[in-house]
Nanobody, 120 residues
């Protein structure tokens, strides 16, 4: 069974840090692009960052550049999102997603999400 399981969310004060984890299982993800998205209440889901599992090339949304860092641990099949200098506007449910660019451009694997709440 293919799964993406997020963890690490929680409540933090503005200026604080959290690290989210996404454990991937059920298939080989070496050709995949792994990403984090977020969805705040009443807003559409938005892209946060992605990383190519092979090679580690990363892309970030402008809103998180310089504050967030995406990384992966091949041995653990886990992708991380280190979030620093958190702001109240970072409050959202954060989702891990995966796509195989050799198959298509759509993220077709999603985790269940983890809540991040940043208090002012």
């Amino acid at each position: 069974q293919v799964q993406l399981v997020e963890s690490g969310g929680g409540l933090v004060q503005a200026g604080g840090s959290l690290r989210l984890s996404c454990a991937a299982s059920g298939r080989t993800f070496s050709n995949y692009v792994m990403a984090w998205f977020r969805q705040a209440p009443g807003k559409e889901r938005e892209f946060v960052a992605n990383i190519r599992w092979s090679g580690g090339v990363t892309v970030y949304a402008d809103s998180v550049k310089g504050r967030f860092a995406i990384s992966r641990d091949n041995a653990k099949s886990t992708v991380y999102l280190q979030m620093n200098s958190l702001k109240p506007e970072d409050t959202a449910v954060y989702f891990c997603a995966a796509k195989n660019p050799r198959v298509g451009a759509t993220y077709d694997l999603w985790g269940q999400g983890t809540q991040v709440t940043v208090s002012s």
